[in-house]
């Protein structure tokens, strides 16, 4: 069964620390979608890309978060420093976008990194 | 300024009742809704979907129903069973390469 990779799935740190969060997207999919999820806001977007370029990266703070994808099968996002507010469960999503006329559709989601900032 | 708004936190239904998860948008360009079902500790797990052009598709135990005119969207579970039990996210996706846009997601419990 082809899946999102996530890791690490657990990550306690300290504040002002460097936080890096992977993901392997599924094979052949040309679109990579970073949520955040917490109790008020639910699932909020962070950054997305396709074809490994950013598309949209409004749902970061800039100064902290960085979301890259080295090649096709990585997507890395990273905090630094971290800080307390900071602490959520991030997902990695990946789908296929079929070019004009069509949309992203179906995401398939990791398992989530649990991110604790102490 | 939530676009897709799920009012209700949680919800609780007998085994074997139906259940009923409402979702509103405010954003006419939304063309197409899904349903995602989160068990704790895994990530959102795509569960239905529909298009503008219809109002009602159904799966199995699962029918989502869309009112476009009161951009309004409900997922209804029938019969409900205790393996439901899970967060339910609702999205909306405008057309072109744009990003599924969720709810706050509802907690649905199942109880025997």
């Known amino acids: 069964d082809a899946r999102v990779t996530q890791t690490p799935r657990h990550k306690v740190t300290e504040m002002g620390q460097e936080v890096t969060m992977r993901c392997q997207p599924i094979?052949?999919?040309?679109?990579v979608f970073w949520y955040r999820q917490t109790m008020m806001q639910g699932l909020e977007l962070l950054a997305y890309f396709r074809n490994r370029a950013p598309l949209d990266d409004s749902g970061m703070p800039k100064d902290r978060f960085s979301a890259e994808m080295p090649d096709a099968t990585l997507a890395t996002l990273k905090i630094q420093p971290s800080e307390p507010r900071d602490s959520a469960v991030y997902f990695c999503a990946s789908g296929r976008y079929r070019g004009v006329g069509g949309t992203n559709e179906k995401l398939f989601f990791g398992s989530g990194t649990q991110l604790s900032v102490l | 300024d939530q676009q897709v708004k799920q009012n209700s936190p949680s919800l609780s239904v007998q085994e074997g009742r139906i259940s009923i998860l409402n979702c509103d948008y405010t954003n006419s360009m939304f063309d197409y809704f899904l349903w995602y079902k989160k068990y704790p500790a895994e990530g959102p797990t795509f569960l239905i979907s529909i298009s503008s052009i219809k109002d009602k598709n159904e799966d199995g135990r699962f029918t989502v129903f869309l009112n476009k005119s009161a951009k309004h969207l409900s997922l209804h579970i029938v019969p409900s069973q205790p393996g439901d039990s899970a967060v339910y996210f609702c999205a909306a996706i405008r057309p072109g390469n744009t990003p599924l846009v969720f709810g706050k997601g509802t907690r649905l419990s199942v109880i025997a």
């Open positions: 094979l052949g999919h040309n679109t």
